[in-house]
């Protein structure tokens, strides 16, 4: 099968290749996915996982991306909840071979049918933003209708989704990004923009929830900004600074079938829609993640026409 590789970790995106590997063979409890669509976070190449197993040792040539959307071509023993020819998106392991390739080898339990009209360049595009949204707003930041969430990267793939869940939860939503993410922002339903180049965080006051996309020098401003009792949930890793009266906490995403199926339901509804912002070939994926431009919006790498 055709596979994007990575072999070395100072050469990052640069370094990227596309060559033959072997097809994968499923595990206890895997199925194999023929891949249609693959979601790609261009961060994922600075995290220890993609190099290394979960033993600490060399697990390169590595095949990254994590989210993908597909039909099941093989079920591996004792796998059940899943059948041959099932359509189906969701998170690869972190520490496994990924799915920026024509195959991958998948925990059973990580995925969640993806129904017959959902597009499967969407389904790619849902796993990690949508749960990473869901799970920061409401297992960690305990949303409730009628606190006000100010959300960074309000325009971007998951910071979209993070808009459109606490607005439709019943929050106030503010969000934050550079001045060309305005009207996007607007649009995915935050009521209020903060422009980070140019108007002042602070001006924002109070807040009972923040989504921090960021870190660095906005997260700790953004400590100040929890109101007694709120949370500021960080997908960035241990916030720098903590709110005086209220809590920090960071998380890494987890699948979850369930949540997986809360989020396309919305997408089939019309209640939530993904943030695309590049869409490219198995073949032209290493040029696309080399561009100089700018992506706002999810990266997925359409693996079959």
Known sequence: MKAIVVTDQAAGKAGMTLVDRPEPTPALNDVVVEVHASGFVPTELAWPSTWTDRLGQDRTPSIPGHELAGVVTALGYGTTGLSVGQRVFGLADWSRDGTLAEYVAVEA???APLPGDVDFTV???LPISGLTAWQGLFEHGRLRAGQSVLVHGAAGAVGSLVTQLAGEAGAYVIGTGRAGDRQAALDFGAQEFVDLENDAL???GGVD????VIGGDIGKRSAGLIRAGGTLVSVVGPPEARPTEG???DFVVEPDRAQLGEVVRR???GRLRTHIGLVATLDDAVAAFNRTERVTGKTVIRIRP
């Open 109 to 111: 339990r990580n995925l």
């Open 123 to 125: 389904g790619a595009s």
């Open 202 to 204: 602070e001006d924002v």
């Open 209 to 212: 929830l923040v989504f921090d």
């Open 247 to 249: 809590l920090a906490v």
């Open 267 to 269: 997408v089939r509804d």
